[in-house]
């Protein structure tokens, strides 16, 4: 703690944080959620992509005379 810097600390004795950590502790947060959906929407992405090949793979069945819904 510098001279200058009042530390605040709670009744369990965990010391509260500044408005510096605080706005850190928020940054951190605010790019894990952003990481977070930036996977959900890959993951979602992989997903269509693997639908559309089914999709294709059951039409060229079906272009074969057989009913993938059979198999």
Known sequence: ??????????LDGQKFL???ELSQRLE??????EQ???QL???SLQLE????KAERLA?????????????
């Open 1 to 10: 703690m510098r001279g200058d810097e009042l530390e605040i600390y709670s």
């Open 36 to 38: 977070a959906s930036l």
């Open 59 to 71: 039409e060229y069945i079906r272009s074969l005379g057989i009913d993938p819904d059979t198999l």
């Open 41 to 43: 929407e890959q993951a």
């Open 28 to 33: 951190q947060e605010r790019l894990k959620a």
């Open 49 to 52: 992509q693997e639908r559309l």
């Open 18 to 20: 500044t408005s510096l």
